[in-house]
C-alpha cells in the first residue's frame, strides 16, 4: 500500500549499518560469496544489500534448464579456457583469471547439487551434457536454493534496498549507500570490503517487442538489471575492460526465450526461409555449428538482412518425447515460451520455431565487459572487488562460472579485510548523496520535468539506432557514435529534470540515470575499437575487418575532475598453451 | 507479459505483512491496492518469470501472453508441490498438455 511520502530531506531517516563484508546485489555470485565469507569465517559479519528479494531476484528469477560450464572427466580447466578463448574468436580474454575460475567451477556445482538443486543424470549415475560443456538442470528452484542456503549460515540481508552509489574514504571504498524500495530510509552501509556482484546491464538499447503493448521486458537479461553495478563504480573512476563486447543472442522470435536449449540440447539445425543450413553453409571455415558464441548469434540476422529471412530452428525431426523434454527444459527457465506456444497453437514438430537477435547487453558473466580486476578480483578501486557479471576479462562464466568467482572474490575480499580497519563515517558525503538520491521525489506536485520512463525510451532508442542496435543489425560507425554520445551528455544534462512520483519510480530514476553512465562508457569504447573483432556483438561498418593492432583490451576511466572517459589499451597476455582459435 | 489477478481468489495474504507476490517479483511490481487485493503496477515491466504465480497460496495470478505476441487465449498452470511442480498448458486450440517434474531434491 502506498507510503505518505516525505515532503523534504529531513524526514527521511537514515538508517547506518556496520559490517565487516558488503556484498551489493544477492544473485548467484553475491550468495556464494556470503555463503563462502561464513564458511571461511563463522564470526565474519556478511550483509547483502538487494535490490529485489534474494529468493526471486535477477537474471535467475525464473529458473535455469542447463550449467553452461562443468568440467567433465578427462578435460582439464586449460581446456576450458581453451574453448572459451575460442568462443570469443581467440580472445584477447582474460586468461589468469578463466583459469581460477575453471578451477573452482566444479566444486561450485556440486555445493548446489548439495544444497538440492536436481542435475539430470545418464542411467549410470553421472551428469548429462547436452554439448562438451553443459549439462542440463532442472533448475526451477535454482534461486530460491541459493538464497535459502545464504540466509541459512547466517548472512544478515536487506531486500528492496536499491545500491546508488559507493561509500568512499579518498580512494578507497569503505561501504555503499542507497534507499529502500518499500520503507523510503536512506541507508548508509560501512563495510571493510565490497563485492560488487548486482549483474549486468539490460535495457540500454530498445527491445524490438517492446513498442507493443505490455512487452516492454521481452529481453533476454532480466530487466531489472540495470547496470548499477558497474555505474557506481564508473562514477568513482574505476577502470572498465571490454565495454565494447556487447553480448547479443539468438533468441526465439516475438517471445524472447532461449535458442541454444533446442539447437544445442537436441541437435537442431539453424535454418533460412529457403530450409538452408545457415551455420554449414555460410560459417563452415569457421567451424559451422560449433562457431564461436558470436558468430552463431550473429547469423540468423545476417540472414534477415540478405533477404532470406524468417529463420528458424528446426525442430521438425523431433519425437512427441523429445518435445515433452524440450518443453520442461524451457519451463525451468523461461516458463513462457510454453505458454507461447500454445498461444500460436504452434506444434512444433510442424512448424518450427523462428528465432530472431536479442537487443545488445552488457553482462561479463557471458561476454567479458566490466570492472578490471586483478586475480583477488579486487577493482582498481582498492577495497572494492567484482564477481559474476560485474567483473570483466573472463567471458563464459555462465552460472558455474559466477558462482566459482563469488567465492573467489570472498577469499580476495577477506585477505584485504585483515589489513584495514573502518574510518569515520563521512557525514558530507552522506549528506551529499542523500540529497542527490531523493532530489527527483521532492521536486513538488507543480514540478514540469522528464518522467523516468521518458528518459529510458528516449535513450534505448538514442542507443538502438546509433550505436549499434537490433534495428540496425548491430551496426555502427564514427559518425553514429558520436551522435549518440553527444545525445547521451543532453540526457546526462537532464537528469535534474527527473521526477518521481512515488518510491518505485524513484528507483526507476535511479535506473535511467545509471544506464546512462554505462551507456556513456560502452559507446566510448565502441568508437575506440576501429575494427569489427566480433560481428553482432561489435560491429563497425565502417572498420569491417579484424585489424591486428586492437589485438588487446580496450579500457576506459571516467575522469573524476573533468567527466570525460579517457579510454586506452592493455597487452593480451596468452598463457594456456594452443591455438587460440581453436578449443 | 502482464500478470492477471482474479480478485475473487485473491486474498491479500492476510497473515502476511505483505503479500507474496509482493515479496517475491524481481522488480518490485507487485503490490496491494486500496482493496487490499494484489495489483501489478506496470503491465508493461513485467519480465513473465512467474514467480509470483508459482508462490501465490491461491492460484489467484495468471500470466497471460500480450495479444500482440500470441492468440486468444492460452493457459499455463503451475502446481507447486513440496519437490516437484506440475505444470498445465492448454493451447488456443483447447488442447491440454501435462508437465510434472521434481524440482527439488533432499539437501545433503
Given at each position: 500500500m502506498?507510503?505518505?511520502?516525505?515532503?523534504?530531506?529531513?524526514?527521511?531517516?537514515?538508517?547506518v549499518i556496520e559490517t565487516d563484508l558488503l556484498?551489493?546485489?544477492?544473485?548467484?555470485?553475491?550468495?556464494?560469496?556470503?555463503?563462502?565469507?561464513?564458511?571461511?569465517?563463522?564470526?565474519?559479519?556478511?550483509?547483502?544489500?538487494?535490490?529485489?528479494?534474494?529468493?526471486?531476484?535477477?537474471?535467475?528469477a525464473a529458473g535455469m534448464d542447463a550449467i553452461n560450464t562443468y568440467i567433465p572427466e578427462g578435460k582439464t580447466p586449460e581446456?576450458?579456457?581453451?574453448?572459451?578463448?575460442?568462443?570469443?574468436?581467440?580472445?584477447?580474454?582474460?586468461?589468469?583469471?578463466?583459469?581460477?575460475?575453471?578451477?573452482?567451477?566444479?566444486?561450485?556445482?556440486?555445493?548446489?547439487?548439495?544444497?538440492?538443486?536436481?542435475?539430470?543424470?545418464?542411467?549410470?549415475?553421472?551428469?548429462?551434457?547436452?554439448?562438451?560443456?553443459?549439462?542440463?538442470?532442472?533448475?526451477?528452484?535454482?534461486?530460491?536454493?541459493?538464497?535459502?542456503?545464504?540466509?541459512?549460515?547466517?548472512?544478515?540481508?536487506?531486500?528492496?534496498?536499491?545500491?546508488?552509489?559507493?561509500?568512499?574514504?579518498?580512494?578507497?571504498?569503505?561501504?555503499?549507500?542507497g534507499f529502500g524500495v518499500k520503507d523510503g530510509k536512506f541507508y548508509v552501509f560501512r563495510a571493510k570490503a565490497v563485492i560488487i556482484s548486482t549483474g549486468g546491464a539490460c535495457g540500454l538499447y530498445k527491445s524490438y517487442t517492446s513498442d507493443a503493448t505490455n512487452s516492454h521486458h521481452q529481453t533476454w537479461m532480466c530487466p531489472f538489471n540495470v547496470g548499477t553495478g558497474y555505474a557506481v563504480g564508473i562514477r568513482q573512476e574505476a577502470e572498465m575492460t571490454s565495454m565494447e563486447q556487447r553480448w547479443v543472442a539468438t533468441r526465439t522470435k516475438d517471445h524472447c526465450g532461449p535458442v541454444d536449449t533446442i539447437s544445442v540440447g537436441y541437435k537442431s539445425a539453424i535454418i533460412n526461409a529457403k530450409g538452408d543450413r545457415i551455420l554449414q553453409k555460410h560459417y563452415a571455415h569457421l567451424?559451422?555449428?560449433?562457431?564461436?558464441?558470436?558468430?552463431?548469434?550473429?547469423?540468423?540476422?545476417?540472414?534477415?538482412?540478405?533477404?532470406?529471412?524468417?529463420?528458424?530452428?528446426?525442430?521438425?525431426?523431433?519425437?512427441?518425447?523429445?518435445?515433452?523434454?524440450?518443453?520442461i527444459d524451457y519451463l525451468n527457465e523461461r516458463p513462457t515460451f510454453v505458454l507461447f506456444l500454445a498461444s500460436r497453437g504452434q506444434d512444433i514438430t510442424k512448424d518450427p520455431i523462428e528465432i530472431y537477435g536479442s537487443d545488445p547487453y552488457i553482462v561479463g558473466g557471458h561476454t567479458q565487459s566490466g570492472y578490471w580486476v586483478d586475480l583477488e578480483r579486487m577493482t582498481t578501486i582498492p577495497g572494492l572487488f567484482a564477481a559474476g557479471e560485474t567483473a570483466g576479462g573472463s567471458p563464459n562464466k555462465f552460472v558455474g562460472?559466477?558462482?566459482?568467482?563469488?567465492?573467489?572474490?570472498?577469499?580476495?575480499?577477506?585477505?584485504?579485510?585483515?589489513?584495514?580497519?573502518?574510518?569515520?563515517?563521512?557525514s558530507k558525503q552522506v549528506g551529499q548523496e542523500k540529497e542527490r538520491v531523493f532530489a527527483p521525489l521532492l521536486r513538488g506536485p507543480e514540478f514540469d520535468g522528464v518522467?523516468?520512463?521518458?528518459?529510458?525510451?528516449?535513450?534505448?532508442?538514442?542507443?538502438?539506432?546509433?550505436?549499434?542496435?537490433?534495428?540496425?543489425?548491430?551496426?555502427?560507425?564514427e559518425e553514429r557514435l558520436d551522435y549518440a554520445l553527444k545525445h547521451l551528455k543532453m540526457l546526462q544534462s537532464q537528469v535534474i529534470y527527473l521526477y518521481a512520483k512515488d518510491l518505485h519510480d524513484l528507483m526507476n530514476a535511479h535506473e535511467v540515470i545509471d544506464r546512462l553512465d554505462v551507456a556513456e562508457v560502452l559507446t566510448h569504447h565502441l568508437k575506440f575499437r576501429k575494427e569489427t573483432r566480433w560481428q553482432g556483438w561489435q560491429t563497425r561498418s565502417d572498420y569491417p575487418e579484424i585489424n591486428p593492432e586492437f589485438d588487446c583490451f580496450v579500457e576506459s576511466r571516467r575522469n573524476k575532475e573533468t567527466g570525460e572517459i579517457e579510454a586506452f589499451t592493455r597487452p593480451y597476455e596468452q598463457i594456456v598453451s594452443g591455438d587460440r582459435y581453436k578449443p | 507479459m502482464p500478470p492477471r489477478i482474479d480478485i475473487e481468489k485473491c486474498d491479500g495474504c492476510k497473515a502476511q505483512e505483505e503479500p507474496l507476490c509482493e515479496q517475491v517479483c524481481p522488480g518490485g511490481l507487485m503490490s496491494l491496492g486500496e482493496n487490499m487485493k494484489a495489483y501489478c503496477r506496470q503491465l508493461r515491466d513485467c519480465w513473465d518469470c512467474m514467480a509470483c504465480v508459482k508462490i501465490c497460496p491461491v492460484g489467484a495470478i495468471e500470466t497471460r501472453v500480450p495479444y500482440q505476441l500470441g492468440y486468444h487465449v492460452a493457459k499455463l498452470i503451475p502446481m507447486m508441490g513440496t519437490d516437484t511442480v506440475t505444470w498445465t498448458c492448454q493451447d488456443i486450440n483447447g488442447k491440454v498438455e501435462r508437465f510434472k517434474y521434481r524440482n527439488r531434491n533432499d539437501a545433503e
Open positions: 502506498a507510503k505518505k511520502l516525505p515532503d523534504n530531506i529531513d524526514e527521511i531517516q537514515t538508517e556484498i551489493v546485489g544477492g544473485g548467484n555470485a553475491g550468495c556464494f560469496s556470503a555463503i563462502e565469507g561464513k564458511k571461511i569465517n563463522p564470526d565474519l559479519k556478511v550483509t547483502i544489500m538487494e535490490k529485489a528479494h534474494i529468493s526471486r531476484s535477477g537474471a535467475t581446456d576450458l579456457v581453451r574453448w572459451s578463448r575460442s568462443q570469443v574468436g581467440g580472445g584477447p580474454i582474460r586468461e589468469d583469471l578463466a583459469l581460477s575460475n575453471a578451477k573452482e567451477l566444479n566444486q561450485a556445482v556440486d555445493d548446489l547439487e548439495a544444497w538440492g538443486l536436481p542435475i539430470v543424470k545418464n542411467e549410470d549415475g553421472t551428469f548429462k551434457y547436452r554439448g562438451a560443456w553443459d549439462i542440463s538442470i532442472h533448475g526451477e528452484q535454482l534461486k530460491p536454493i541459493m538464497a535459502e542456503k545464504a540466509i541459512e549460515v547466517g548472512a544478515e540481508v536487506y531486500n528492496r534496498v536499491v545500491a546508488t552509489s559507493l561509500l568512499m574514504d579518498g580512494e578507497r571504498c569503505v561501504g555503499a549507500m567451424g559451422g555449428d560449433k562457431a564461436p558464441r558470436y558468430i552463431r548469434a550473429n547469423a540468423p540476422m545476417e540472414e534477415w538482412l540478405a533477404g532470406r529471412g524468417p529463420t528458424f530452428v528446426d525442430t521438425t525431426h523431433l519425437s512427441p518425447e523429445e518435445v515433452k523434454e524440450l518443453k562460472g559466477c558462482a566459482a568467482e563469488g567465492k573467489l572474490a570472498t577469499r580476495g575480499a577477506i585477505n584485504y579485510i585483515s589489513s584495514v580497519s573502518l574510518p569515520e563515517l563521512d518522467s523516468p520512463l521518458e528518459m529510458e525510451e528516449r535513450m534505448q532508442r538514442l542507443m538502438d539506432e546509433y550505436a549499434g542496435g537490433t534495428s540496425q543489425f548491430y551496426r555502427t560507425n | -
